[in-house]
């Protein structure tokens, strides 16, 4: 088994420094850029399942290529990718240091109306970029939504574009080779799980409902269940919020039924539309401002661009969908299994411990 080493080079321009995290998939790496004199993470393919399946690592220069080309600061920053001498494909990433949505909700709770609509409204910019370019996530959840430390009262970025899915795909399946759904089954359109080579943007537009959903009750409006199939719950839709939280404004529970709307033609017109309404309901601006302290300008969504290669084309991906990543929340200690698909707990990137209380 190859494995990174401490103080190996990748590249000529970044020094390992020590592992962070490991998984079924890999394991994460912080180093040290030495052209930019500062810690980045990088992320490691394991090279035995590269060997056994080619599209792994095609994955992985496939998602450092979409995050580059996206270049928003709501999407993590790319700065290199490849394969070393020994056969190991990498990322080399920015480092973040935070928590994700699921685990701050596992540790405080449900959250106000107010700051769900902040970070959905940060989420919107980077996935209406994505959505213009024909690019759509397929799993967006609280373990991909990270809440970074920064200067900024709350800054989010989105996490895990491994399994996103492009217009110029040659057709697409959600069914790795062992059955396994590829995404988080509880966040899924309902397309995105009975016809996924038909899903286009609006299947986002649902799992970021489920999200908000999640978010304001701490609960899911949807769990597989022996008794009430998905498409049974789908069909009926969730329990009102207005139920569960009646000091929401009014108009809650009409966001929700179009958000989680089971025809996605009953859905909003876009993401931006869809963030618009919730802050309006929240009674905050459009873009979420009150995330930015007062007499700061926002930051642009425009990250600083870097050599990508040609542009992203989906033809050297055959599409045959794998296991995504995932590395544990713990920061040391033996290699685990990738845990199961509904697990929030878990870290799926690079991040150091949130240093906030």
Same mark, same amino acid.
């Given at each position: 088994?190859?494995?990174?080493?401490? *103080?190996?080079?990748?590249?000529?321009?970044?020094?390992?420094?020590?592992?962070? =995290?490991?998984?079924?998939?890999?394991?994460?790496?912080?180093?040290?850029?030495?052209?930019?004199?500062?810690?980045?993470?990088?992320?490691?393919?394991?090279?035995?399942?590269?060997?056994?399946?080619?599209?792994?690592?095609?994955?992985?220069?496939?998602?450092?290529?979409?995050?580059?080309?996206?270049?928003?600061?709501?999407?993590?920053?790319?700065?290199?990718?490849?394969?070393?001498?020994?056969?190991?494909?990498?990322?080399?990433?920015?480092?973040?240091?935070?928590?994700?949505?699921?685990?701050?909700?596992? !540790?405080?709770?449900? !959250?106000?109306?107010?700051?769900? =609509?902040?970070?959905?409204?940060?989420?919107?910019?980077?996935?209406?970029?994505?959505?213009?370019?024909?690019?759509?996530?397929?799993?967006?959840?609280?373990?991909?939504?990270?809440?970074?430390?920064?200067?900024?009262?709350?800054?989010?970025?989105?996490?895990?574009?491994?399994?996103?899915?492009?217009?110029?795909?040659?057709?697409?399946?959600?069914?790795?080779?062992? *059955?396994?759904?590829? *995404?988080?089954?509880?966040?899924?359109?309902?397309?995105?799980?009975?016809?996924?080579?038909?899903?286009?943007?609006? %299947?986002?537009?649902?799992?970021?409902?489920?999200?908000?959903?999640?978010?304001?009750?701490?609960?899911?409006?949807?769990?597989?269940?022996?008794?009430?199939?998905?498409?049974?719950?789908?069909?009926?839709?969730?329990?009102?919020?207005?139920?569960?939280?009646?000091? !929401?404004?009014?108009?809650?529970?009409? +966001?929700?039924?179009?958000?989680?709307?089971?025809?996605?033609?009953?859905?909003?017109?876009?993401?931006?539309?869809?963030?618009?309404?919730?802050?309006?309901?929240?009674?905050?601006?459009?873009?979420?401002?009150?995330?930015?302290?007062?007499?700061?300008?926002?930051?642009?969504?425009?990250?600083?661009?870097?050599?990508?290669?040609?542009?992203?084309?989906?033809?050297?991906?055959?599409?045959?969908?794998?296991?995504? +990543?995932?590395?544990?929340?713990? !920061?040391?200690?033996?290699?685990?299994?990738?845990?199961?698909?509904?697990?929030?707990?878990?870290?799926?990137?690079?991040?150091?411990? %949130?240093?906030?209380?």
């Amino acid at each position: 088994m190859v494995k990174p080493q401490a *103080g190996a080079i990748l590249n000529g321009q970044v020094r390992l420094i020590e592992p962070i =995290a490991d998984g079924g998939m890999g394991s994460v790496w912080i180093a040290h850029h030495l052209a930019l004199d500062t810690r980045v993470a990088v992320k490691f393919l394991l090279s035995e399942l590269a060997a056994a399946d080619p599209t792994l690592k095609r994955r992985l220069k496939r998602e450092a290529r979409i995050t580059a080309e996206l270049r928003s600061v709501h999407a993590v920053q790319t700065f290199d990718h490849g394969v070393t001498e020994e056969g190991l494909g990498y990322i080399v990433m920015e480092l973040l240091e935070g928590i994700d949505l699921g685990r701050l909700v596992e !540790l405080s709770g449900a !959250l106000p109306l107010d700051k769900v =609509a902040t970070i959905v409204a940060q989420v919107a910019k980077v996935l209406s970029r994505a959505h213009k370019i024909g690019i759509v996530h397929r799993d967006i959840k609280p373990a991909n939504i990270f809440l970074v430390d920064s200067e900024y009262d709350l800054f989010v970025k989105v996490l895990d574009f491994g399994i996103a899915k492009s217009a110029k795909s040659r057709g697409d399946s959600v069914v790795t080779r062992e *059955g396994a759904l590829m *995404g988080t089954v509880e966040f899924m359109s309902p397309e995105q799980a009975t016809a996924p080579s038909e899903i286009d943007f609006r %299947s986002d537009l649902f799992s970021l409902g489920v999200l908000v959903y999640y978010g304001l009750t701490a609960r899911l409006p949807f769990e597989m269940s022996d008794d009430a199939p998905l498409v049974t719950q789908w069909q009926k839709g969730p329990p009102r919020v207005s139920a569960l939280l009646p000091e !929401l404004p009014v108009g809650i529970d009409s +966001w929700f039924a179009r958000a989680l709307a089971m025809r996605r033609e009953d859905r909003f017109a876009g993401v931006a539309e869809m963030s618009a309404e919730l802050a309006a309901i929240a009674g905050l601006p459009a873009g979420g401002l009150r995330s930015i302290p007062a007499g700061t300008a926002p930051p642009t969504d425009t990250a600083p661009p870097f050599d990508t290669g040609p542009p992203l084309d989906d033809d050297d991906d055959d599409e045959r969908a794998t296991n995504q +990543w995932v590395v544990p929340e713990r !920061l040391s200690g033996a290699p685990t299994d990738p845990p199961s698909a509904g697990d929030r707990s878990a870290q799926q990137y690079p991040t150091r411990p %949130s240093r906030r209380s």
